[in-house]
């Protein structure tokens, strides 16, 4: 069982900046595409990034394009998601998702959970003055 833990959400005032990890213990990430969905209440949860292991090619929803950085450092395991110039909308819990069977994110389906064998129990981002 592969299990992902996500850290680093909290509350921050409109403009603020946080950044988000996601940790694998005990598991290589090298070989696989690594993806951060977020979920607001009453919303579906939606694809917000994703990082490729082969060559470190990233995709971004296009409401965070500009504002939102993914990177990994597969040396310590982990993901990161830095969130810069944050707005209310941006308020939902943060999940990443390891894709076993693609070390690639398709432009097609990276954004599709079912791309995804495996989650974290997500971490909070609330963003309000």
């Known amino acids: 069982q592969v299990q992902l833990v996500e850290s680093g959400g909290d509350s921050v005032q409109p403009g603020g900046s946080l950044k988000l990890s996601c940790a694998v213990p005990g598991f290589t990430l090298d070989y696989y595409a690594i993806g951060w969905f977020r979920q607001a209440p009453g919303k579906e949860r939606e694809g917000v990034s994703c990082i490729s292991s082969s060559d470190g090619s990233t995709a971004y929803a296009d409401s965070v394009k500009g504002r939102f950085t993914i990177s990994r450092d597969n040396a310590k395991g982990t993901v990161y998601l830095q969130l810069n110039s944050l707005k209310p909308e941006d308020t939902a819990a943060y999940y990443c998702?390891?894709?076993?069977?693609?070390?690639?994110?398709?432009?097609?389906?990276?954004?599709?959970?079912?791309?995804?064998?495996?989650w974290g129990q997500g971490t909070q981002v609330t963003v309000s003055s």
């Open positions: 998702a390891a894709n076993l069977m693609r070390s690639i994110c398709n432009p097609l389906n990276w954004r599709t959970t079912h791309e995804y064998s495996y």
